[in-house]
């Protein structure tokens, strides 16, 4: 206790150095940002920020960050600021410099002072090598900061005195490639700054245990936001260029749709939508005002349907064998490395399998029913891995005390495992038929389609199916010829290249508008499969 | 010798004998009619399923058959048929896997024969296809070389293995370790989520935004880079390596880390001192596992490369990017015929051998660590 309010005492008196180090994480962050903004052309290089061109303001910051580091490093080793340094930064953070510097007077030495290949190489060694000097033996605060600072001030002048200025271009030589200050200045910034955030995050911390957890800290939650931020930009954007595809022409009232008619067992009965959704409910076609996707979200619908009832039967039995009946050894063990093979094998692997095995055995061309069976291989590991996971997670008591009451081995697993796994089941094929909805490799060689596909192509697969005299006495045309799938859709239109928009009158908003459709069909799954997750787990911890 | 396989196979016979005997009881304990419905069950299918591979038209017969026997099972002999019919489902599984590895080396095949090779007067089958880089099927000598797609593939793999191994385990640490509950619940379904975006949107994006932009900025010529690919690859591969890295993580025993913190470290100092180095095994797993969905990945590969196999010069020039294995199977599939065909299915089986031998790697690995921290416990 007495050591608690000794150390907020100490604290207090060095709260003015310490906002030198918070000002410092400030700045490094204000310079991510620039160096975001810079790279994703929000901001040109060239581009005046309060009277001063962005280049030259980040070369201000640059260099105002790099002295900060620097002094509050030196300031520590003085022993003006009260910190709990350890006796070294430690060899990984030494690597890492060390090869930072050797990188950078690599190419300072052959790029810019014009030294030759054994000439900068020998600078960059010698460099490297005293960076690691300077990182490992000085103690902590001297160690985890000078290399940092000193980057940040180097590329602060260069930037500042126009050395890298805004005409700046690098070609290394054999690449065919320009490496243009618009490019470097930018990712340089980004890159100092995460040095520099790093290592004032230490400095505010006080360097030692509690320095290191701040530094980590930092670069950990940068690391976890970046990727969320990299998921919400992916969507927002897809859907932002969808959306105006999807949505053309949409009218609602009763009676504007088109019509339905469902013929079961003599009876028909007609349903008139009451939304008129051309992209969704239109094929394409000459003559229609708004071309749409429909036939391929109809295939789309057969393929997961065909594939669900191929692999969840399959995977569901073998689960319940191999966690109920079969007893723990070579077999198990077998099977569970063959399912996990299965599961990681490329989804292209897949297509060629069905190619080679069920192509020539449907008719010899490509057809939905390979499609559905190909992609119920890819399924049917999945649901076999998620199903044993689900009933090994049944508590032995339910079994022991079904068991006690008499019943036979098999009336246990129908009404007390199966039931009480079925959640977990349940979730893991609705995350794996997202998966198989998206997936265009496998049905690239088993069922294809086409780049545009007028609403008569429409796949009616249930209204297919007839009987004949001769074996196999079912036939289903629908399911012997190929049809259009979402994915394969998307694939077909960005390889067919330019030159479409004959056929629509926009080919940019229409492939944009597939690529929404293809996204909300297989997202939907994921979000119904997650919330079910949820609702199931919430419901077991009550 | 013989006297360490002696007791080995007086064993063995015991278990065979063991195993009879079992066989024995259970037929006897079984009620006949029972037990000749499972046979007819069996054959019947069995029969099925030898008119599939010869793709007999008659095939609808012996399976109607089998329909109709386990129907009449599930009604009278419920229990057994139950077991059989799982059985039956467990051996599919494994049989999809041996029917895969078959047909696509018999489909290879014909092309790993032409590309034969003599050494010191032996002929190897299909070492050219490693030891020339000249891949045409279009003008004599027509060649099916392998290796510019493997140094693509290699290249790919390596960017997005830099790309997701790093990220893919801090964020995990921070999911497993790190993040307040809500941050948590936030996160890993957006983890999951970006699993899910199909693989041919991120191609969509990366063909008509990310390569333009990387030709307009690196003054390329032509468009499709290694850099970029690799990139959007490391993407897609995060979530499986973040996922297992975190199951990992989860795995080391609480009782580790709190007698760690109960010394007075930081969670950081703990982090990196116990539950890392005990998860290393884990987390190498799911780095690897991450490789193998990186080596996997096709269609962002396919429609951001530039679909000519070819090398680039010099060997590290990443802003050039030709073909994977992957994407020269998707490319050329359309109008591939006999030979080609055939290299496509050498490509695939190039593929399918590496990431098995991943996959199988990786679980030997998951199963030490379980292994080492179930006796520590």
Do not use: C
Not at chain 1, 18 to 36: D, E, Q, R
Not at chain 1, 284 to 305: E, K, M, Q
Not at chain 2, 271 to 296: D, E, K, N, Y
């Amino acid at each position: 206790m007495a050591s608690a309010t000794e150390n907020s005492v100490v604290r207090d008196r060095t709260t003015g150095t310490k906002t030198v180090a918070a000002v410092a994480v400030g700045l490094s962050a204000v310079l991510f940002a620039l160096g975001l903004a810079a790279l994703f052309g929000v901001v040109s290089i060239t581009d005046p920020i309060a009277g001063l061109p962005s280049v030259s303001i980040n070369g201000l910051l640059l260099t105002a960050l790099g002295v900060a580091v620097v002094s509050f490093g030196v300031g520590s080793r003085l022993e003006f600021v009260e910190t709990e340094p350890l006796p070294s930064a430690g060899l990984i953070a030494g690597l890492a410099f060390s090869g930072i510097w050797f990188a950078v007077a690599g190419l300072v030495g052959s790029q810019m002072l014009g030294l030759g290949t054994a000439g900068s190489l020998a600078l960059a060694l010698v460099t490297g090598a005293g960076v690691f000097a300077v990182t490992v033996v000085p103690r902590e605060d001297v160690g985890s900061t000078l290399p940092a600072g000193a980057l940040s001030l180097l590329a602060g002048v260069a930037f500042l005195t126009g050395l890298v200025g805004p005409g700046w271009a690098w070609e290394p030589a054999g690449l065919r490639a320009t490496f243009s200050a618009g490019l470097t200045i930018p990712a340089v910034t980004l890159f100092t700054s995460l040095l520099t955030g790093w290592s004032s995050a230490k400095a505010y911390g006080g360097f030692g245990a509690r320095g290191r957890h701040l530094g980590a800290y930092v670069l950990v939650y940068l690391n976890a936001l970046s990727i969320v931020a990299v998921l919400f930009v992916l969507v927002a954007f897809t859907v932002l260029k969808g959306l105006p595809g999807l949505i053309n022409g949409v009218t609602f009232g009763s009676g504007v749709g088109p019509s339905n008619t469902i013929n079961l067992f003599g009876l028909s009965y007609t349903i008139v939508w009451p939304v008129n959704w051309p992209f969704v409910m239109n094929g394409v076609a000459l003559l229609n005002d708004v071309n749409g996707v429909l036939p391929a979200i109809v295939g789309t619908f057969w393929l997961v349907v065909g594939a669900v009832l191929f692999a969840v039967p399959l995977g569901v039995g073998a689960a319940v064998f191999l966690t109920e009946y079969a007893e723990r050894g070579r077999f198990t063990q077998i099977v569970e490395i063959a399912t996990n093979g299965l599961w990681s094998t490329p989804s292209i692997v897949f297509g060629l399998f069905g190619f080679a095995f069920l192509v020539p055995r449907f008719g010899g061309q490509k057809s939905l029913l390979s499609g559905m069976i190909t992609l119920g291989f890819m399924l049917l590991p999945l649901v076999v891995i998620t199903s044993r996971e689900a009933m090994l997670a049944v508590p032995d008591e339910y079994r022991d005390a079904s068991a006690a009451l008499g019943v036979t081995k098999w009336e246990t697993v129908r009404s007390v495992v199966i039931p009480a796994a079925l959640p977990g089941v349940v979730t893991g094929i609705i995350l794996g038929v997202g998966r198989i909805a998206g997936e265009t490799a496998p049905i690239l060689l088993t069922m294809a389609g086409g780049t545009f596909v007028p609403g008569s192509q429409t796949a009616d697969v249930v209204g297919g199916f007839t009987f004949t005299t001769s074996p196999p006495f079912v036939a289903n045309p629908e399911l012997m010829q190929a049809t259009a799938a979402l994915p394969y859709q998307l694939y077909a239109l960005i390889s067919a290249g330019v030159g479409l928009s004959g056929n629509v009158g926009s080919a940019g908003q229409f492939k944009w508008a597939t690529a929404l459709v293809l996204l909300v069909v297989v997202l939907s799954f994921y979000a119904v499969g997650i919330v079910t997750r949820y609702y199931f787990r919430r419901k077991l911890h009550q | 010798m013989a006297s360490v396989t002696e007791p080995d196979s007086t064993e063995s016979r015991h278990a065979i004998q063991r195993r009879l005997d079992r066989a024995r009881d259970f037929v006897e304990d079984t009620e006949p009619e029972a037990l000749a419905v499972v046979v007819v069950g069996s054959v019947s299918l069995l029969a099925a399923f030898l008119g599939f591979l010869l793709s007999s038209s008659l095939t609808i017969l012996p399976f109607s058959v089998f329909l109709a026997t386990s129907g009449y099972g599930w009604v009278r002999h419920q229990e057994l048929t139950a077991r059989a019919l799982t059985l039956t489902m467990t051996a599919s599984t494994i049989l999809i896997l041996g029917l895969i590895t078959v047909f696509i080396f018999v489909e290879a095949w014909p092309t790993v024969t032409y590309e034969s090779t003599t050494v010191f007067g032996v002929s190897v089958p299909g070492l050219r296809l490693f030891l020339e880089t000249k891949w045409d099927a279009a003008s004599p000598p027509i060649r099916y070389s392998m290796v510019p797609m493997i140094h693509g593939t290699v290249m790919v793999t390596l960017i997005a293995t830099a790309v997701a191994g790093p990220l893919g385990v801090a964020a995990a640490l921070f999911l497993s370790e790190i993040a307040p509950v809500p941050v948590r619940e936030l996160v890993k379904p957006g983890v999951e989520i970006l699993a899910g975006i199909p693989s041919i949107v991120y191609g969509f994006i990366g063909f008509t935004i990310l390569s333009p932009w990387a030709s307009d900025q690196f003054d390329l010529v032509g468009q499709g880079t290694y850099l970029f690919v690799g990139i959007v690859v490391g993407l897609m591969a995060l979530p499986t390596v973040v996922s297992v890295a975190e199951d990992a993580l989860n795995s080391v025993p609480e009782s580790m880390k709190s007698g760690s913190l109960a010394l007075g470290t930081t969670d950081w100092q703990t982090m990196t001192s116990i539950t890392l180095p005990a998860a290393f095994s884990g987390v190498s797993a799911a780095v690897l596992l991450g490789v193998g969905r990186a080596i996997g990945e096709t269609m962002a590969a396919t429609v951001m490369l530039r679909n000519n196999p070819r090398i680039p010069e010099p060997l590290y020039n990443v802003f050039y990017g030709y073909e994977t294995l992957t994407s020269l199977i998707a490319a050329n599939y359309g109008e591939a015929t006999g030979l080609q065909m055939n290299a496509l299915f050498v490509a695939g089986v190039i593929l399918f051998v590496t990431v098995l031998f991943i996959s199988i790697g990786s679980q030997m690995i998951e199963a030490r660590m379980k292994r080492k921290l179930g006796g520590s416990e």
